[in-house]
């Protein structure tokens, strides 16, 4: 399958930092990238679809203003947490599609976050 | 929008044994219903999929079936291993539509 490449695996950070999350497809070109977040033990939630060279589009209930997201190019999508705090902190996923109506998205390793 | 209720929540299986997952969706639009397998502190990872022009798909151990009247889909795996301890969620999206909605996870152990 596709590959998706996700960096850093982990961060920890002080409170009131910024963090940036990026998201690769190493071997395809990814018109639109998903990124979810995921609470022990729960299932993914989407939180916005990222799509290159235009605005993200992001799910109710998600800032947008904390949670920015870049796609500037079609292998890769950043993840900016901003200003973070202790209840950012969570696992964040990044998924791509190859594209051609398929409906396969293939996701990242998921990267950890601690806000200390 | 798309509800995807998946059961159980749980599964504790003996090596050796099968184990079978449910799931059920709500919108008719939805045509593309794939399989995910989350190990600790991973991604998930897409072990195989189905669409709605097919009402079973096998890949070796593992197999989907669909059935579209019900609305429901479930994942078979045959002669389970220790390593397909994981967690297991299923998902629904429509065609050419990539946002996928997902179930609440299965935890599956088996036991050696």
């Known amino acids: 399958g596709a590959v998706v490449s996700q960096h850093p695996s982990r961060v920890i950070c002080k409170s009131g930092t910024s963090v940036k999350i990026e998201c690769r497809s190493l071997d395809f070109q990814a018109t639109t990238m998903f990124w979810y977040r995921q609470f022990p033990k729960q299932s993914l939630m989407l939180m916005a679809t990222?799509?290159?060279?235009?605005?993200?589009?992001?799910e109710q209930g998600v800032e947008k203003d904390k949670f920015l997201i870049n796609h500037a190019s079609l292998t890769l999508s950043t993840l900016t947490v901003t200003s973070a705090h202790p209840e950012d902190s969570s696992f964040y996923i990044c998924?791509?599609?190859?594209?051609?109506?398929?409906?396969?998205?293939?996701f990242g390793e998921g990267s950890r976050l601690t806000v200390l | 929008g798309e509800n995807v209720e998946q059961h159980p929540s749980t599964l504790s299986v003996q090596e050796g044994d099968s184990a079978v997952i449910k799931c059920t969706y709500s919108d008719s639009a939805s045509n593309y219903f794939p399989w995910y397998k989350q190990e600790l502190g991973k991604g998930p990872q897409l072990i195989i999929d189905i669409r709605s022009n097919v009402g079973e798909k096998k890949d070796q151990r593992i197999a989907v079936t669909l059935n579209k009247t019900a609305k429901h889909f479930s994942l078979h795996i045959t002669e389970t291993q220790p390593e397909d301890s994981a967690v297991y969620f299923c998902?629904?999206?429509?065609?050419?539509?990539?946002?996928?909605?997902f179930g609440a996870g299965t935890t599956v152990t088996v036991r050696a």
């Open positions: 990222s799509n290159e060279g235009s605005k993200a589009t992001y």
């Open positions: 998902a629904a999206s429509a065609f050419g539509d990539y946002k996928l909605s």
């Open positions: 998924s791509a599609s190859t594209g051609g109506g398929g409906g396969e998205l293939f």
